[in-house]
């Protein structure tokens, strides 16, 4: 059986990278119908995100191709940082002072076995097997 991947790569979620990675530790190296389990029982904002970016990987991989969806593994998953918005609070005296907005972008890859095709029982046996009914 040859195992296949596919990737989704969810980019400016409004939660912090540490925040995202703590739940992101939860699932790392589990079947995603555990992950997914997982995810929905967590009591996090990141969850939710986490969770979406693993259903957009599983829902690539079982589009390209001929897969078992009980075999599907969270191969990879990581949180990077992403963009930074600049942004001010107004302070006394006219100051404005200065803080970021900071957002994370989330990596998943999912791996998954492809499904065992049955093989056809061949012509030739069924051809025979009339043959001799026929003659009898």
Do not use: H, W
């Amino acid at each position: 059986m040859a195992s296949k991947t596919a990737r989704a790569y969810i980019k400016g979620v409004d939660s912090q990278p540490r925040k995202v990675s703590v739940v992101a530790a939860l699932v790392r190296d589990r079947y995603v119908s555990d992950a997914v389990v997982i995810l929905e029982n967590t009591p996090r904002r990141a969850a939710k995100a986490v969770r979406k970016a693993i259903e957009s990987a599983t829902a690539n991989l079982i589009n390209n191709g001929n897969i078992d969806t009980k075999t599907i593994c969270i191969n990879r998953i990581s949180v990077t940082a992403g963009t930074r918005m600049r942004r001010y609070i107004p302070s006394i005296r006219g100051r404005a002072l200065p803080y970021e907005k900071i957002s994370s972008n989330i990596f998943v890859e999912v791996v998954g076995e492809e499904k065992v095709k049955k093989a056809a029982p061949k012509a030739d046996a069924k051809k025979a097997d009339k043959k001799e009914k026929e003659s009898k």
